[in-house]
T-cell receptor
């Protein structure tokens, strides 16, 4: 089992550009969540996708958008990049499971380090 | 909105000793989940332990245990017999229990505590 994978590992962009980050969930998972982690801080929830729909969203501007594909993989898009968007972007996948357990653990990927110059 | 606070930016412990990391949270909900995550320098966030708020018994996972005080909204992590591999950033996190008794939504994290383990 490959676990949650993210690409690219590192990315450098300039202000005003657009960026797309990618995430493949753990095998058997159908839900993908995205988090932004600034240096030395805890992750902040951006949004969560389930059945190709945005199910929940955190306090992030519309410049942050996402997509989930039929194979459950997901993309995070950020438009009009600002210096403050420099951060580690984490993807986490989860699933309720066959028995619909009340708890579903979120498994995290290694993240994409985005630097905006 | 829920908030999670970790008041210890850094902690250190000698190998084989015990260390306790603190976490407090604020919520108006009665049912929820609490977690401790570990993030080593490799950046991969790993679940250490979880606690369901409706369970009075404190969760334990091998050398890791929690002290959950619901009324005080406190959730500390105790690491016994510390090992060099325990060195990492530790995050306390909160998650709502959704309608229908499931829990699938966002995690709210604290600011983290850097744990150093001295040989």
């Amino acid at each position: 089992d490959a676990g949650v994978t993210q690409s690219p590992t590192h990315l450098i962009k300039t202000r005003g550009q657009q960026v797309t980050l990618r995430c493949s969930p753990k095998s058997g998972h159908d839900t993908v969540s995205w988090y932004q982690q600034a240096l030395g801080q805890g992750p902040q929830f951006i949004f969560q996708y389930y059945e190709e729909e945005e199910r929940q969203r955190g306090n992030f501007p519309d410049r942050f958008s996402g997509h989930q594909f039929p194979n459950y993989s997901s993309e995070l898009n950020v438009n009009a990049l600002l210096l403050g968007d420099s951060a580690l972007y984490l993807c986490a996948s989860s699933s309720l499971g066959e028995q619909g357990e009340s708890y579903n653990e979120q498994f995290f990927g290694p993240g994409t380090r985005l630097t905006v110059l | 909105a829920q908030t999670v606070t970790q008041s210890q930016p850094e902690m250190s412990v000698q190998e084989a000793e015990t260390v306790t990391l603190s976490c407090t949270y604020d919520t108006s909900e009665s049912d929820y989940y609490l977690f401790w995550y570990k993030q080593p320098p490799s950046r991969q966030m790993i679940l250490v332990i979880r606690q369901e708020a409706y369970k009075q018994q404190n969760a334990t996972e091998n050398r890791f245990s929690v002290n959950f005080q619901k009324a005080a909204k406190s959730f500390s992590l105790k690491i016994s017999d510390s090992q060099l591999g325990d060195a990492a950033m530790y995050f306390c996190a909160y998650r709502t229990l959704n309608a229908g008794g499931t829990s699938y939504g966002k995690l709210t994290f604290g600011q983290g505590t850097i744990l150093t383990v001295h040989p």
